[in-house]
């Protein structure tokens, strides 16, 4: 029994012996842990910053060139040359036009090409700020308001800045044409196997603004670069075009023009003008689109200022009970402005095969 008992006895060592030695490693490596653990945690920051790094190389995009911002690249004098002062070279066009004759030339620019100009150097940027430049544009845009009522706007709301005023104020632009393109589905008829034939229709609606209150409008399915082309006062009456007055009151423009008849008619247009940058003015929400009938008492001539017979009319009135008013709910497609330059190229030529429908924007 006792020897049984010994041997029990050293067996039970042996399992509490391994045991121990269990629990030991265990413990080591729960330190090994712990001292990867806080060795990891010193240094989270670096390793942080430095994949940023390495994953924004891929993002970022490098650009050798922004390096020379700022660097200014001294002219290098002329060879055999003993003077120390730096050597100034300008430009050829600026060594073959004086100063004066550069002035005359940017005087007789458009505003927008005087834009484009200012692009082209630092010397001609700071010459088309010339507020001379600017006066003689807003005065020739806003004649009709008068050159004291323009100069009372200027310094109440644009702190004297012709060129803020042209900027900020809106105004019609006169260099090119505002076109409206509409589109309707009408259905065709059955030919051959076509049995249900769809036709998609597209026309235009033209004006023209000159500065001296006067416009244009034309109603057609021509394209924009063959209207271009008789959309001016020397039009017949083939081309269909109507002129009219307009007035302009802050960004809200209201024009009238009288359709000639045995029934006068008076058609009437209110508009909202925008622009989808500063000083471009290039867009028109068309409020309201009106046609009334208009006595002959009250018309002596075309030629007469219809906008002023039919001021302050309501929506619904006529003068003329065989020609009733009608407020025109289709065809109200925001006008956009195409410049007389870009007639040729403008994406409104698209036929409908390729663009069936234009979002103005």
């Avoid at 509490?16 to 265990?26: D, M, P």
């Avoid at 007789?108 to 507020?131: D, E, S």
């Avoid at 009456?237 to 007035?247: A, E, F, L, Q, R």
């Avoid at 359709?259 to 009437?268: C, I, Q, V």
Wanted: overall charge positive.
């Amino acid at each position: 029994m006792a020897v049984g008992w010994v041997v029990v006895v050293r067996v039970e060592n042996v399992r509490e012996t391994k045991i121990r030695a269990s629990s030991s490693l265990r413990k080591n490596h729960h330190r090994d842990i712990l001292m990867t653990s806080d060795f990891a945690l010193k240094i989270p920051a670096e390793l942080e910053a430095a994949s940023r790094l390495r994953t924004a190389q891929f993002f970022v995009t490098q650009r050798p060139w922004l390096d020379l911002y700022g660097v200014h690249v001294r002219p290098v004098p002329p060879f055999g040359s003993a003077s120390s002062k730096p050597f100034v070279d300008p430009a050829l066009i600026h060594r073959s036009l004086p100063d004066e004759l550069l002035s005359e030339i940017f005087a007789k620019m458009t505003p927008y090409n005087l834009g484009r100009a200012a692009c082209v150097c630092r010397k001609w940027r700071y010459t088309i700020r010339n507020p001379v430049y600017w006066r003689i544009a807003c005065l020739k845009a806003w004649q009709i308001s008068g050159v004291v009522e323009n100069y009372k706007i200027l310094q109440s709301k644009y702190d004297g800045s012709w060129r803020k005023m042209w900027l900020l104020r809106p105004r019609v632009r006169t260099d090119g044409l505002y076109v409206s393109r509409n589109t309707y589905i009408h259905a065709g008829v059955a030919e051959w196997k076509i049995t249900n034939p769809v036709h998609v229709v597209c026309y235009f609606r033209y004006l023209r603004f000159y500065p001296s209150g006067r416009f244009l409008y034309k109603n057609s399915s021509q394209k924009v670069k063959d209207v271009a082309r008789c959309m001016n006062f020397r039009a017949s009456k083939i081309d269909c075009v109507h002129s009219g007055n307009y007035t302009l009151s802050d960004d809200k423009v209201e024009a009238a023009f009288l359709y000639p008849g045995l029934r006068p008619t008076a058609w009437r247009i209110r508009l909202r003008l925008r622009g989808t940058t500063a000083g471009a003015n290039n867009r028109m929400d068309l409020v309201s689109l009106v046609t009334s009938g208009v006595n002959d008492g009250e018309v002596s001539s075309h030629d007469e200022d219809i906008l002023g017979v039919v001021e302050g009319w309501e929506e619904d009135e006529t003068h003329n009970p065989d020609v009733p008013a009608v407020s025109h709910r289709r065809g109200l497609t925001p006008f956009v402005f195409v410049p007389f330059e870009e007639a040729e190229t403008s994406v409104l030529n698209l036929p409908v095969e390729r663009m069936d429908y234009f979002v103005p924007g």
